[in-house]
């Protein structure tokens, strides 16, 4: 037996890492052309037009992938089961694509002077919320391949897309500097689609029949994939938001770009773990089974992650100097701090991924409401002592006090271990 087939996790890691190599570096010359077209002004501005993208995204989506792989693995046998999940699907989350492009289409002035201080960035807000359906029916399709397993499918439309997003965004930020970034963040989930639709075309038929005999099962992927829709980019909004009433832009542009280059390295471990634990955990049917994943998960990810910890802290500066301008120096004095926090975040999703993809509606919702309750009300009072190094020192506290709690949720496994020895 190869080494792969023995560690299928980082066959699937290696699988992507390719896919992710060309995100990360397409990834690092667009901050650069933020920073260097935009400032740590407009890295902020595009920052909360970003959280605003991803809160509705996330909204239209409720947990469609989560769901639609659970039911494709329970049904599997049949084909035409397989098909009306997929349809039941289609007609459920694009009905709530349109209502939220609907309630964006007009409330598209409020949501700019809110976010922007000003009604101009309206239109753009507009082009974003017509095109949302489309961000529907790139993820429903990318859903199947993956509970297909098909991960060479998956990687060959990741890189596609990454490419023309990067030249797309390049172009119009070249152009039109903050009105042509805030363009290229509207469309980039249009040309999503047109790229996965080309990897599709006629491979899959699709019709708009919904069964509600579903309706059990999404529902309580819509209650977690909600919660984390609305808190996720509210918190990050609110914090960025905090930082520029309370200090000014360029503080909050600072912290955005710490967060763009943690977002590089987590992308390829959200990534893959994304490919390969959903299906995975979703097959799993007794705790044994799940402790066995979890002692390989701690045994070999953790480490890898630790030693791309240590290299991104070791060459920093170098980092620094490629991605950002002279005008992000400070980030330098943070960032060990978003490194700590990133390591409590990806210890804690090793339970994260079974709490979601089992349903365990009660636990998924005290996780992100009590981490991102904790992370706000943390950052704002120690914003007021410490500055930019109290909202890191948040996101470590936040993180580490999330992660013993999904220990303590998690308990029994380790009481039963011990009981079996």
């Known amino acids: 037996m190869s080494f792969f087939e023995r560690h299928k996790l980082l066959k699937v890691l290696s699988l992507n890492a390719f896919s992710v190599l060309v995100q990360f ?36 989506i409720l947990g469609l992938k989560e769901g639609l792989i659970k039911l494709f693995l329970e049904n599997s046998e049949s084909k035409e089961e ?21 309630l964006i289409l007009f409330f598209a002035e409020d949501f700019s002077v809110y976010l922007f201080k000003e009604i101009l960035f309206a239109t753009y807000l507009r082009y974003f919320a017509v095109l949302l359906p489309f961000f529907v029916l790139q993820t429903l399709l990318v859903t199947i391949f993956n509970a297909n397993q098909e991960f ?36 980039a989930d249009f040309i999503s689609f ?19 005999k579903y309706l059990k099962t999404i529902s309580k992927f819509i209650v977690m994939a909600l919660v984390s829709a609305i808190v996720i980019p509210v918190t990050a909004i609110l914090v960025r938001n905090y930082i520029i ?130 992370f706000l009300i943390l950052s704002f009072f120690l914003f007021d002592s410490l500055h930019l190094n109290g909202i890191m020192q948040a996101y470590v506290i936040a993180n580490a006090i999330t992660f013993l709690m999904v220990l303590f949720m998690f308990s029994k496994l380790f009481f039963k271990k011990r009981n079996n020895d």
């Open 194 to 212: 047109v790229v996965t639709f080309f990897f599709v075309r006629e491979r899959f038929v699709f019709s708009f029949k919904f069964q509600s």
């Open 245 to 374: 009433d309370n200090s000014n832009l360029y503080d909050a542009g600072i912290w955005e770009a710490i967060t763009r280059i943690s977002g590089f390295y987590m992308m390829f471990f959200n990534a893959g773990l994304s490919l390969y634990y959903l299906p995975k955990l979703s097959a799993l049917k007794t705790d044994d089974e799940f402790k066995a994943e979890l002692k390989y998960y701690f045994k070999i990810l953790v480490p890898v992650f630790i030693g791309v910890l240590i290299l991104v802290f070791l060459l920093k500066d170098i980092i620094i100097s490629i991605v950002l301008t002279s005008d992000f120096k400070p980030v330098s004095e943070f960032l060990i701090w978003q490194l700590l926090g990133d390591l409590f975040r990806i210890m804690t999703l090793a339970f994260g991924f079974q709490i979601l993809v089992k349903a365990m509606v009660i636990k998924y919702v005290l996780v992100e409401l009590i981490y991102n309750v904790l």
């Open 25 to 60: 570096v397409l990834g690092i010359f667009s901050v650069r052309i933020i920073s260097e077209f935009l400032g740590p002004n407009g890295m902020a501005l595009t920052g909360n037009f970003r959280s605003f993208t991803s809160l509705f995204k996330s909204i239209s």
């Open 152 to 187: 060479k499918k998956i990687v060959g439309i990741q890189i596609v897309t990454n490419i023309l997003l990067f030249v797309s965004s390049f172009y119009f930020i070249y152009k039109q500097n903050l009105e042509g970034a805030f363009f290229a963040i509207a469309i």
């Open 82 to 102: 397989k098909n009306n999940v997929i349809s039941s699907f289609l007609v459920f989350f694009l009905l709530i694509s349109f209502f939220l492009a609907f």
